[in-house]
């Protein structure tokens, strides 16, 4: 009876996709091989961060401790996405976020496990989550972008809220609003203005008809361009602008008494609850907050250092300028909250 | 087959009327796996529909309120004016090029006939990627205009509704060429003769007689064309148009509210089916009839003095929708290799798209027969069951497909979550449409005598699908193969989303390279894609009748 053959020929197809899926799975896990000194396990990072940006600093880790890392970089929300559906049975051991907001949100889901380390410890609170499930390892501004040939010194705005004027009108470039950072940004609106501030300033905007571009990197570019007088942006992108040769400069806003400060963010890791790998997860994120690994952070991508005294690239210090006073483990509490918000603003 | 299968059905209806339905189940002689495989794709195509629809009947009153006080309006004017736009200008760029080809003595027109084929391959976000580089802000335009001195400001801007609308109709104008052309080339000229006897000029005619004429493959173009625009996610996105694509992708990605995207995602399905309504009421009663022995070939429209300005024309939009494209690329792609970016990442990326697209291409395909075979040689009502859940994907937008996958793995098995199966089978459900197709047609010209013959030799009806069957479809089977192929390898939306983390493939660095600028780093793996789509096009066009 050849139809008996059917189940053979699908176990047959599904065995071959099994074998070429799990080839071209690998393919893009990327293993950084190391120099084989010893033999202390193995850790897997999921990490939300640009791999040019991190890798350096795995292959560090992984020289130092002989631990063999294996690396899976995607967006930052994909990801927090995966770790929530993964829930109990974790593929992953540590999380690297662009954002202190979805590093939160998923401790208050109980997805990252509490870090005792006196190291981590010593990072001002300001910069870590109260339990230590997750630590920022730099620091980023939100920051005013401009293209120096397009708008003059004087008439330079000094405060975010200055961007809803219409001498502005379809000169202001931000990101999309799925980005961390400007959901991040809005929230330390709410806190420091409230909720009806942080509302007008986004109606504002829109009715400004200010654009909201696919990703920072597009914005920058398109300030870089001239194609908008003004963006804004985490600071390091306009260190990134400024490297590319383009006539760009910089403003911290909102520095006077009285203003709101700069808003702040971290680019920080957490140990996943239930990590196959705890102790070398832990080991990693120690390394993390060593001066070697946070002067890469400050080289690679110019970044602010949080463990005092690793000096900045061209970007200001922490301490050289006025901040938002929000606790960040704020940002991720109230993610829902501003989510609402924009929501029914209805930003693009 | 049994005795039974040999009755006329009708005595067999009138005898047991009461029990039609249990007797026709015992009649359907399908072979087992065949009736599991076809049933089983047949519902797992259908879930994920079903699941979108369920999940949007699950939003609150204040959700509904909101998004029809503040997006939905934005959103509807936005889809339908562009999808307006592109289809009547893509329109008139395909009947003007379909009837240079096949009414007039337009110099080199075969040649043409041949080109207009490249822009099937070219896929709209590889258009506008193209365009981007050139025109766009970033782009080399820009530079060139600058080291001149010229004003930037002369330049159009791509980040337009006008940019979009020209890119998306360069981009689908041959849908409906390919349709109009024949319709056209069949056509017999005695009723543009009639014309003409009742004193209508060239232009008269054309208007009130060819046009009419090829209403219905115009239409039908049209409507694929539209169903494109509506379904797009990568050309508008890059375009920085607002449409509802790139809305649900919002609400997916950066909200995590599934019951949002559902919402929106019902509200575009529900504009596909106004559009598929209203062109079959378009179509409507009218019917034309025409008997072999009355064609006669229609009169060659001598261009004289247009001759030069068509030209002109033609190779205009020979250079927008071909020329262009292909030369940004070209020009990218050696700037590219210059800079290396032939890396072990882009190896990775076309390796990921390759693989994933035969495998998907593969998977598609014997579910898509087995439903063909159903189709074409059983049919009743568990073929129309089958074969209706199986074709429900069709005409849904990408970005659909992937949410109802997504609420699907959330609700019955979420450790396949981000694994590269789910996506796979999304691949498959989503061309299985295409390739059933296929299948059909190509069943169908196998006459049934030789099954017979088959049967007669002793072979058991599974017997004669693989040993008559399968042997005797085999170019229809590799076109449907292609075409799937081709579907994967540009595919967009649902890789973005159901991809496993860190799985990029080519049209995913296309779609991220364009926006942030890095041309050179896109360009070779859109080129290859090109390259792909051509060689499965020709594959396709080679095994098909």
């Known amino acids: 009876m050849i139809f008996r053959k059917i189940p053979l020929l699908l176990a047959a197809t599904l065995f071959s996709a099994t074998i070429l899926i799990a080839g071209c799975g690998q393919s893009k896990q990327v293993p950084t091989e190391s120099s084989t000194k010893k033999d202390s396990g193995e850790l897997v990072i999921y990490s939300g961060r640009k791999e040019p940006l991190i890798k350096p600093v795995i292959e560090e880790f992984e020289k130092a401790t002989g631990v063999k890392v294996t690396l899976r970089s995607g967006g930052a929300s994909e990801l927090a996405n995966a770790i929530i559906e993964e829930g109990n049975t974790p593929k992953g051991d540590v999380f690297i976020a662009n954002d202190a907001g979805t590093l939160e949100n998923l401790r208050g889901k109980g997805l990252l496990a509490p870090n005792k380390s006196e190291i981590v410890a010593g990072i001002p609170l300001q910069y870590r989550s109260e339990d230590g499930s997750w630590v920022g390892v730099s620091g980023r501004a939100r920051v005013i972008m401009y293209n120096t040939n397009l708008v003059k010194e004087s008439e330079l705005p000094k405060s975010v809220f200055e961007l809803t004027d219409p001498k502005w009108k379809k000169q202001v470039a931000l990101s999309i609003s799925s980005n961390e950072s400007l959901i991040g940004h809005i929230t330390a609106i709410r806190h420091a203005k409230g909720e009806k501030e942080a509302e007008n300033w986004m109606k504002g905007l829109m009715a400004n008809q200010a654009q909201f571009l696919k990703g920072h990197t597009e914005v920058r570019k398109a300030v870089g361009s001239g194609e908008f007088k003004l963006g804004v942006v985490n600071h390091y992108y306009y260190h990134l602008e400024k490297k590319d040769g383009s006539p760009v400069a910089v403003i911290y806003p909102d520095q006077d008494p009285g203003q709101m400060g700069v808003p702040m963010n971290i680019a920080g890791a957490g140990i996943i609850k239930g990590a196959k790998n705890q102790e070398s997860a832990a080991k990693f994120i120690d390394f993390l907050l060593q001066p070697k690994a946070q002067e890469l952070f400050a080289k690679l991508n110019y970044e602010m250092p949080v463990v005092d005294g690793v000096p900045v690239n061209e970007a200001k210090a922490l301490k050289d300028f006025k901040k938002t006073d929000v606790n960040l483990q704020q940002l991720g509490q109230e993610l829902g909250k501003t989510i609402d918000l924009v929501e029914k603003v209805g930003l693009p | ?391 429900s994907s069709y005409a849904l937008p990408g970005v659909v497909v992937a949410l109802g996958f997504i609420l699907l793995t959330n609700k019955i098995a979420p450790v396949f979550y981000g694994t590269i199966w789910v996506l796979l089978v999304a691949y498959a459900v989503r061309f299985l449409p295409q390739s059933i197709q296929a299948g059909n047609s190509a069943i169908e010209q196998v006459p049934p005598q030789l099954e017979e013959a088959g049967r007669l030799a002793g072979y058991s009806v599974a017997g004669v699908f693989y040993r008559v069957i399968i042997p005797l479809i085999r170019p229809g089977l590799l076109a449907g193969w292609a075409l799937a192929f081709l579907g994967v390898i540009k595919e967009l939306p649902v890789t973005l989303l159901l991809r496993p983390v860190g799985f990029d493939t080519l049209p995913v660095r296309v779609w991220i390279e364009a926006s942030e600028g890095f041309f050179y780093l896109g360009a070779p793996g859109a080129l290859l894609m090109v390259v792909l789509s051509l060689f499965s096009i020709t594959l396709i066009t080679n095994n098909r009748g």
């Open chain 2, 1 to 391: 087959m049994n005795k039974a299968g040999y009755e006329p059905a009708g005595l067999g209806r009138v005898r047991t009327s009461n029990r039609t339905w249990p007797l026709s189940w015992n009649n359907i002689n399908i072979p087992m796996g065949i009736a599991i495989l076809s049933s089983g794709a047949g519902i797992l195509a259908f879930l994920p529909a079903a699941m979108v629809i369920f999940s949007a009947s699950n939003g609150t009153y204040e959700m509904y309120v909101r998004l029809i006080k503040t997006k939905v309006p934005v959103l509807f004017v936005n889809t339908l004016g562009l999808m307006v736009a592109v289809t009547v200008v893509a329109a008139i760029i395909a009947v003007f090029l379909a009837f240079i080809v096949s009414r007039t003595d337009f110099p080199g027109k075969r040649l043409l006939h041949f080109i207009l084929v490249i822009p099937l391959a070219i896929p709209p976000y590889i258009g506008s990627f193209a365009y981007i580089s050139l025109i766009g802000p970033a782009g080399a335009g820009p530079k060139i205009f600058k080291s001149l001195g010229w004003p930037v400001d002369y330049i159009p801007s791509v980040y337009s509704f006008g940019g979009a609308t020209l890119i998306l109709s360069l981009c689908t104008f041959p849908y409906i060429y390919l349709l109009v052309k024949p319709a056209l080339s069949a056509m017999t000229g005695r009723w543009e003769e009639v014309g003409r006897s009742c004193g209508y000029t060239s232009w008269q005619v054309f208007w009130k007689v060819t046009l009419p004429l090829v209403r219905p493959a115009l239409g039908a173009g049209c409507l694929l064309v539209g169903l494109y625009v509506l379904s797009d996610f990568g050309a508008v996105t890059m375009l920085r148009m607002q449409t509802f694509t790139g809305a649900i992708y919002l609400q997916l990605i950066g909200r995590y509210d599934k019951t949002a995207a559902s919402v929106l995602a019902l509200a575009l399905i529900a504009v596909t089916f106004l559009l598929i309504y209203f062109e079959q009421k378009m179509r409507g009663k009218s019917k034309y009839y025409q008997f072999g022995s009355s064609y006669t070939e229609a009169v060659e429209v001598v261009l004289g003095k247009w001759r030069y300005p068509v030209m002109a024309v033609v190779i205009t939009i020979l250079l927008l929708s071909v020329g262009i494209p292909m030369g940004m690329l070209l020009y990218w792609t050696a700037v590219g290799i210059g800079e290396g970016a032939l890396d072990p990442y882009f190896w990775g990326y076309a390796y990921n798209s390759i693989i994933s697209a035969v495998v998907a291409a593969t998977a598609t395909i014997i579910p898509a027969v087995a439903i063909a075979y159903v189709n074409t040689r059983h049919r009743g009502i568990f073929s129309s069951i089958v074969n209706g859940m199986a074709n």
